[in-house]
């Protein structure tokens, strides 16, 4: 959104809706754009806070979703601390400041509550379902909070709520994965290992708001900084993200320069810029992936063995090592169903090395399986298979039908990062484990899931009163 002063000349006449000193249009009653007809422009918003408030955005981002305060600086032996500073902090502003009653109604009214409580007593079932580990317990439940919190404020009919939280988690997407290299540059696993865990849906937040921005800015951003994640994760799933921002660079240069007016055809000039850097580029940049895949034994076994497996897996060889236990996740699933029906509580960590519910005594005991090595198994997991059911079936309802809403190639960026998602959440559930990717993962789903309806018809009159 832009600043007061750049109004006028850009949104054309529609009604505005003050953001604090940010601007965004009003959104007509049809439609699935987050950001209103003007779209979005997260440089403009970010330029119009004031100097606190930018400074304020960039230490929470610093502090509370990068490894240097997660990992590093508010930690205690290996527990992060930093609940203590800032649980307090959004309870005291929550319960005491005025403005914040907006807030309180998206995130505490009717069922929205309901489903607080409902993690608070999984948290609990947890903490005694593992023997007492409770902080095992509440780091999920701490991170379940952070998805559903961020989920409601991103999804918000409210489009001050809305676009402000959206903006703000970008800006902390910025900054975690850009502090998220640095760290992993300076310091690197202890324990000999060459994965890198950046908070993917940060750079899954940073596509679902370019598809909407007309300038060029955050989708170069974005390239860049999954480059770089993809040569330096290891995670197979992470090594396809720059294909988002290409479609969305190259979905923005045919758009704009087939255009008359002087600021798309500045747009599509820096977009070409920028793709002929990279050609130029192209040889530089493959020499120093390949060197950095090579560097170590673990490195080409992470980085590539693996990345072929997944070929292989397309191409009909079978399984490679790592795949195969997730076939045993399955085959153990079948054979335990009954006991994934109810919920089990929270607390991944004492389930690795034996992974199963809390109601059966027979584990998959097998090296590495944990609850973490997928969405769909931390949800049978811990939720259980009904309340998982509901709850898969609730958010795939609404992304359906927020998708539906669009048109043309955002329809199919869109499609895109969906996809990009399902591959993701049947990999990892990282957002249970990483304060960082638990924000930004209720922050894309959110922003993904507004849709916003006329009430022209009892059905979508009652669909918008839905509470979440």
């Known amino acids: 959104m832009l600043a007061p002063r750049r109004f006028g000349s850009t949104l054309k006449g529609k009604v505005p809706i003050q953001l604090g000193r940010a601007i965004a249009a009003e959104s007509p009653g049809l439609q699935a754009n987050p950001f209103g007809l003007a779209g979005a422009d ?263 063995t693996k990345l072929y497996n997944l070929v292989g897996i397309f191409q009909g060889k079978g399984l490679g090592e790592g795949d195969d236990l997730r076939a045993e996740y399955l085959k153990y699933i079948g054979s335990h169903l009954f006991s994934f029906i109810v919920p089990s509580g929270f607390g991944h960590k004492p389930l690795i090395g034996h992974w199963g519910p809390v109601w059966t005594d027979d584990k998959l005991d097998q090296v590495g399986s944990n609850s973490l090595d997928g969405m769909h198994l931390f949800f049978l997991c811990h939720f259980g298979l009904v309340l998982s059911v509901l709850i898969i079936s609730y958010v795939s309802i609404r992304l359906s039908r927020s998708l539906l809403r669009t048109e043309g190639t955002t329809f199919a960026l869109r499609t895109v990062i969906l996809c990009f998602i399902l591959g993701d959440s049947f990999v990892t559930a990282s957002p249970f484990a990483l304060i960082s990717n638990a924000i930004f993962c209720g922050a894309t789903i959110g922003c993904l899931v507004f849709l916003q309806l006329p009430q022209t018809s009892m059905a979508e009159s009652w669909y918008q009163r839905v509470p979440l």
């Open 42 to 304: 997260i440089t403009g918003w970010f330029w119009s806070l004031t100097l606190l408030q930018k400074a304020l955005l960039l230490a929470v981002g610093f502090f509370f979703a990068s490894p240097y305060g997660t990992n590093y600086i508010l930690t205690v032996g290996d527990n992060f601390v930093g609940d203590a500073i800032i649980a307090p902090a959004i309870f005291v502003y929550l319960v005491s400041v005025r403005s914040a009653a907006p807030i309180r109604h998206e995130l505490f009214s009717g069922l929205k509550g309901l489903c607080f409580v409902g993690l608070f007593l999984l948290f609990v079932g947890g903490a005694i379902a593992t023997d007492g580990n409770v902080v095992a317990s509440f780091t999920d439940f701490r991170c379940a909070c952070l998805i559903l919190g961020f989920y409601l404020l991103c999804s918000s009919n409210d489009d001050k709520i809305r676009v402000n939280t959206i903006y703000g988690a970008v800006v902390m997407a910025v900054v975690s994965l850009l502090a998220s290299a640095v760290y992993y540059r300076f310091f690197p696993s202890e324990d000999g290992g060459v994965k890198n865990y950046f908070p993917s849906y940060g750079i899954l937040l940073l596509a679902a708001v370019a598809v909407y921005e007309a300038k060029p800015f955050l989708a170069i951003l974005g390239f860049v900084l999954s480059l770089y994640v993809a040569a330096t994760s290891f995670y197979r799933s992470l090594m396809f993200l720059p294909i988002i921002f290409l479609l969305i660079l190259a979905r923005n240069f045919f758009r704009d320069i087939s255009k008359r007016e002087r600021e798309p055809r500045r747009n599509a000039l820096i977009i070409g810029t920028f793709f002929l850097a990279g050609v130029l580029s192209s040889g530089f940049v493959a020499d120093a992936i390949m060197e950095n895949l090579n560097s170590s034994e673990g490195a080409v076994e992470q980085g590539v």
